[in-house]
Every structure is written in C-alpha cells, then in structure tokens.
T-cell receptor, first 114, second 112 residues
Framework: DVKVTQSSRYLVKRTGEKVFLECVQD?????MFWYRQDPGLGLRLIYF???????EKGDIPEGYSVSREKKERFSLILESASTNQTSMYLC?????????????FGPGTRLLVL | DQQVKQNSPSLSVQEGRISILNCDYT??????FLWYKKYPAEGPTFLIS?????DKNEDGRFTVFLNKSAKHLSLHIVPSQPGDSAVYFC???????????FGAGTRLTVKP
C-alpha cells in the first residue's frame, strides 16, 4: 500500500513565523504535490515536483516555497505566515508517466495562523 | 479560472437509492479523469478513474460515465450506503502531464 505521511496533523503558528510542512512517501514516486483545501474552493495546487531538486509552480504559489532534496521527501515552506494561509494542507505523490496520474494523499495538516 | 467544476456543493439521498454526482470541465486537453472521496480529517482517497478512450468504467457499486463532447462526467453510486457519506472530488489531467486539476467537491449525505 502507498503511504504518504505528513509531519503534523495540527499546527498553530503566529503571523510572521516561518513554517515548515514536511511530507514523506514510501512508494518511490517521482511526482510530489502540495495542495491547500478551502471550503467552496476544493483543492488548489501550490507547487509540484517531478524529480529531485525540480519544482514547478501551481495555481497559488505566492507566499510559499518548496524543497525536494530527496526523492521521498517534499517540504512546503511558508516564509512569513499570514492569517490567509490558515487552511488544510494536503501532500500527494504519484508515478510519472502516461496514464499513471493517480495521486495518493497524506492525511493533511490543518494549519491555523493567529 | 476553474477548469474543473462541480456545481452542486451538496447532495442528499436515501439509503439504497442512486447517488449521481456531476462534474464539468473546460480544458479539451484533459483525457484522464478521476473521482476521489474524502472523509473529515483525512486525505482524499482514490475511488475510480476513466480515460478518454472509454465512456464508462465500473467498479462494484461505483460507475463513472464520460461524455467527451459535452465535457461532462458523472459518478453513479448504486445502491447508496450511509458509509458513502463524504465529500467527493472530481479531478482531471492530461494523460502525459500528471498535473491534475480538482473540482470544488460535492458533499454527499446518505440518510439511513
């Protein structure tokens, strides 16, 4: 079974803090993704990575950065947290290649920025 | 610009009846479509998929229908069970790309 784990289930931070969210997958997937989920907006892609040290911006990259130093690990960084970044953050991974786009998700991190 | 749209934020059905969840997309380059199911406090889990070379894919109680000319897909659950109560997300991607776009989700409630 594919397993995607996220470092925290719940996180409370203050405005201006630097926040690190970590994601690890154990299925040797090439692709990894970070989404945020907000009511009425569904899942919106922040960043994705198709290989180590590679990254691509998604639909809403502003205020975020990512790091992928190892294949199994993909980190999301909030450089200076703001209240509008309060959200559920979901990490996912998938194989790269034709028709292999099924993504497997972690349990999510609910972040509250005060 | 939302490329995948689920226009019904919620749906309520009686146990044993059919649930039909709908999804529309705008990007004609999409040719791989998926449905995910999400319970509260959990990540979405893959439910069923369909590629554009098919118009129907069935897996037990779940069937996905694709109408490429209308850029529309639907998920049928028959018979619906209370355990099916969850948020269902429609997703679409280019077959090569793996860059997936999700709809806003439909909350399904199945009443006993």
């Amino acid at each position: 079974d594919v397993k995607v784990t996220q470092s925290s289930r719940y996180l409370v931070k203050r405005t201006g803090e630097k926040v690190f969210l970590e994601c690890v997958q154990d299925m040797d997937h090439e692709n990894m993704f970070w989404y945020r989920q907000d009511p009425g907006l569904g899942l919106r892609l922040i960043y994705f990575s198709y290989d180590v040290k590679m990254k691509e911006k998604g639909d809403i990259p502003e205020g975020y950065s990512v790091s992928r130093e190892k294949k199994e690990r993909f980190s999301l960084i909030l450089e200076s947290a703001s209240t509008n970044q309060t959200s559920m953050y979901l990490c996912a991974s998938s194989h790269r290649g034709m028709g292999q786009g099924t993504q497997y998700f972690g349990p999510g991190t609910r972040l509250l920025v005060l | 610009d939302q490329q995948v749209k689920q226009n019904s934020p919620s749906l309520s059905v009686q146990e044993g009846r059919i649930s039909i969840l709908n999804c529309d997309y705008t990007n004609s380059m999409f040719d791989y479509f998926l449905w995910y199911k999400k319970y509260p406090a959990e990540g979405p889990t893959f439910l069923i998929s369909i590629s554009s070379i098919k118009d129907k894919n069935e897996d037990g109680r779940f069937t996905v229908f694709l109408n490429k000319s209308a850029k529309h897909l639907s998920l049928h659950i028959v018979p619906s069970q209370p355990g099916d109560s969850a948020v269902y997300f429609c997703a679409a991607s280019d077959y090569n790309n793996n860059d997936m776009r999700f709809g806003a989700g439909t909350r399904l409630t199945v009443k006993p």
